[in-house]
């Protein structure tokens, strides 16, 4: 059994990036997912370039956020002539499902995120999405396609298994409801996945616990949840770690102080806690063969 610790939000801002940096260096972090039209992109690049032994996947966002594209390009993405994705995930579903946003769409601004990266002189090890929207099958499919067309190989596993959830007990009653209500879509991913060729990890863990009121005591349960009778099981532990600053203060985002409490949490249990931790390339490596 391993662990791939993976900080999204890379690129969102200067705190952030230095603390994903600092997790790494100490053994606390394998991974971050880097925001294509983050604020701080730039200083995310320089401090991936700096750390080649961290892997670093691409964050792509479709909601709460600007796009690669013109927004001209992807009207369904940008409605109503907004220079920015829709703000929330109830409006984003509704619409999704409704069919008020298209597929090709998805697909380019996917591609176009993913390419920035590999233009900044990045290898993409992987892809996840700002508020794990691929956990929904319409926008799964056209984001393996751009998976595929980018070359890149493996995807986030956005579900949380039981026992995981079992270990925040403590979790926002309508976020565990949503989290619930939402894994009908595993058997969707698993099959998509597998037909696509992309890796994926046997699940994520950390969903309910982002933001959690005591984030120590929630890393330490998720940690002893880890199953031992499972020695083949990769899992991924998602994180939101950073230093509150200037920056943040101005993004909208329900994340602060908490990040601050997840940086040093991690800091203080991961090195410590003698866990195996993973790569997404040898897990590539292990699909492959």
């Known amino acids: 059994m391993s662990l791939l610790i993976n900080a999204d939000d890379f690129g969102l801002t200067p705190g952030v990036n230095r603390s994903i940096a600092e997790l790494h260096q100490a053994g606390a972090l394998t991974s971050a997912t880097l925001m294509a039209t983050g604020a701080a992109f730039d200083d995310a690049v320089a401090l991936a370039l700096a750390h080649p032994t961290l892997e670093v996947g691409c964050h792509i966002v479709l909601i709460d956020g600007a796009p690669a594209l013109p927004p001209r390009e992807i009207p369904s993405l940008c409605p109503d002539g907004e220079p ?29 995120q993913i390419r920035r990266l590999q233009s900044a002189g990045l290898r993409v090890s992987h892809i996840d999405t700002h508020k794990h929207t691929h956990l929904f099958p319409r926008i799964l499919r056209p984001l393996l396609r751009a998976a595929h067309a980018c070359e890149v190989a493996a995807i986030r596993n956005p579900f949380e298994p039981h026992w995981a959830r079992r270990a925040t007990p403590g979790s926002a009653p309508m976020r ?32 309910l ?43 909208r985002t329900r994340l602060r102080e908490s990040r601050a409490q997840e940086h040093d949490a991690l800091l203080h249990l991961i090195p410590a806690s003698g866990i195996s931790l993973g790569s997404w390339r040898r897990l590539q490596a292990d699909i492959d063969s």
Request: proline share 6%.
């Open 84 to 112: 920015s994705f829709r703000a929330k995930l109830s409006r984003f579903a509704s619409d999704l499902y409704s069919g008020r946003i298209r597929d090709a769409e998805i697909e380019a601004e996917a591609a176009a």
């Open 209 to 251: 616990a982002t933001g959690a009121s005591n984030i120590p005591a929630t890393l330490r349960a998720l940690i002893a949840a880890l199953p031992q009778d499972q020695p083949n099981a990769v899992w991924e532990l998602v994180v939101h770690p950073g230093y509150p600053d200037e920056h943040l203060d101005r993004i």
């Open 176 to 207: 565990s409801l949503a989290v619930t209500a939402l894994s009908l879509h595993r058997p969707a991913f698993h099959r998509l996945v597998q037909a696509a060729g992309l890796a994926t990890t046997s699940g994520t863990i950390g969903v």
